[in-house]
């Protein structure tokens, strides 16, 4: 049996101008020729020519949202492929054709698509700014309902589509907005696919044109990081790189993993710090140079060739989803505590079974001497299977503080003490670090307090 063929032909932006001569000559030899809708350009062309053809636009008002049209124009496209044993389907653009996609899915055993492409109204806006000599070179596409789940870049040219109405253009903006500043020119495009010429304007007069429609788009130059006051990942790995080259700073291009080491302890603490606090931008700028650390230190990986900033995302994002199986996979975890434990049995499938020795071996010797008693404490627990009890761990606190009463009680039995504390702390679900950095911070208030008082 001879394999039916449904060829997608793509009209390109609403006009026939830019309808490419296979388009036109697969749609001419169709057996079969359906438009998506008659609301595009070609429709006339093909009219004026004698050209048969039918549209899914009675889809349209048959179907209550667009996953339920799409899954419908996918089913109607097949059945009638299956009539005529051959079948041409003609979209604006498939590349970004939700219909087609639907197709492609769905297609029985038997039938093959191939596709005709053609001139994109991105590749229109394109051409409409040439004549202010922006470079598209690279250019990006993006439609303007899809922004919510992109986040926008910088550096590349990038043209976003569909901007049919002002509500959608504010959010447009608002996005871009993100990196860019609201003084900064753009190019509005309202009609790409007639040949209209682009009209610089301010981004922050995107939403105040006269007129949008499915064809209005508008292109935004790429604008280097040192250009911009905010700034991406990836700029930011670029600053990096430009310090550690060439050229760059004599202190950056020293550094090393060893002598790094004390700013990551000293950047991290600092980070830890202001998270108690009521500073929002204070955290940003904290937890920007502790990233400062991360992104430093990649690059020196990298040019070592031992691993790049790519490995360290890679790893904890693959973390991140191994870790989650709640919710990337097939465990349940109602609760918080839950969670923990799907988390611990995913990192006993990553390292295989580990001891109570390999476990707390594990515990890095640089975290603060409280924070790390309770982490040793509690992953020997979770090795052993031996939990322990608020009771049991308030005895041994009660003991430990006894001993310190005996004559010649030091160091030692204040570290038993201490860790006793750390017990007690674990088995109450509290954390002894936070606990302690709280009391002192009350009481130097108290202090501060006191002092004013008195004077």
């Given at each position: 049996?001879?394999?039916?063929?449904?060829?997608?032909?793509?009209?390109?932006?609403?006009?026939?101008?830019?309808?490419?001569?296979?388009?036109?000559?697969?749609?001419?030899?169709?057996?079969?020729?359906?438009?998506?809708?008659?609301?595009?350009?070609?429709?006339?062309?093909?009219?004026?020519?004698?050209?048969?053809?039918?549209?899914?636009?009675?889809?349209?008002?048959?179907?209550?949202?667009?996953?339920?049209?799409?899954?419908?124009?996918?089913?109607?496209?097949?059945?009638?492929?299956?009539?005529?044993?051959?079948?041409?389907?003609?979209?604006?653009?498939?590349?970004?054709?939700?219909?087609?996609?639907?197709?492609?899915?769905?297609?029985?055993?038997?039938?093959?698509?191939?596709?005709?492409?053609?001139?994109?109204?991105?590749?229109?806006?394109?051409?409409?700014?040439?004549?202010?000599?922006?470079?598209?070179?690279?250019?990006?596409?993006?439609?303007?309902?899809?922004?919510?789940?992109?986040?926008?870049q910088a550096d590349c040219p990038q043209v976003i589509t569909e901007i049919d109405t002002k509500y959608i253009a504010s959010d447009v903006k608002l996005w871009l907005s993100d990196l860019f500043e609201d003084e900064m020119t753009v190019y509005f495009v309202e009609n790409a696919a007639d040949g209209t010429a682009a009209r610089p304007i301010l981004l922050c007069d995107l939403d105040r044109q006269p007129h949008y429609d499915h064809r209005t788009a508008v292109l935004v130059p790429a604008v280097s990081v040192y250009e911009r006051t905010r700034a991406t990942y990836e700029d930011f790995v670029q600053v990096i790189g430009r310090l550690r080259g060439p050229g760059g700073c004599p202190w950056d291009r020293a550094q090393t993993h060893h002598t790094l080491r004390q700013y990551m302890i000293e950047e991290a603490c600092e980070a830890a710090e202001v998270m108690d606090g009521d500073d929002p931008m204070k955290i940003a700028d904290e937890l920007g140079d502790v990233l400062l650390q991360v992104v430093l230190n990649a690059a020196i990986g990298a040019e070592h060739r031992d691993f790049t900033d790519r490995d360290v995302t890679s790893m904890a994002a693959h973390k991140m989803i191994t870790r989650h199986e709640h919710v990337f996979g097939t465990a349940r975890a109602k609760d918080a505590q839950a969670v923990t434990s799907v988390w611990e049995n995913a990192k006993k499938k990553e390292r295989g079974e580990q001891t109570a020795l390999e476990r707390v071996r594990d515990v890095a010797p640089s975290l603060p001497g409280l924070m790390r008693a309770q982490k040793v404490v509690r992953r020997q627990m979770q090795a052993q299977g031996t939990p322990v009890s608020r009771e049991d761990a308030l005895s041994q606190v009660i003991t430990s503080a006894k001993a310190m009463e005996k004559a010649g009680a030091g160091e030692r039995e204040l570290g038993a003490l201490l860790e006793a504390c750390a017990l007690l702390a674990h088995a109450m679900d509290l954390d002894a670090e936070t606990a302690l950095r709280a009391k002192t911070a009350a009481r130097i208030a108290d202090l501060a307090e006191e002092s004013g008082k008195n004077c």
């Open positions: 049996m001879n394999q039916r063929i449904i060829t997608i032909a793509a009209l390109g932006p609403d006009t026939g101008d830019m309808l490419t001569l296979g388009a036109l000559s697969a749609m001419r030899g169709a057996k079969r020729l359906i438009l998506r809708t008659a609301q595009h350009g070609v429709a006339a062309l093909l009219e004026s020519e004698g050209v048969a053809y039918e549209t899914l636009d009675a889809l349209y008002e048959a179907c209550e949202d667009f996953d339920e049209l799409c899954e419908a124009a996918a089913d109607a496209l097949i059945a009638r492929a299956e009539e005529a044993g051959e079948l041409c389907y003609a979209v604006s653009e498939p590349g970004s054709d939700a219909t087609v996609r639907a197709l492609a899915k769905a297609l029985p055993e038997g039938m093959a698509l191939r596709v005709v492409g053609g001139l994109t109204l991105s590749q229109a806006a394109a051409c409409a700014v040439i004549p202010y000599g922006v470079n598209t070179e690279n250019l990006r596409t993006i439609t303007a309902l899809s922004t919510d789940e992109i986040r926008v």
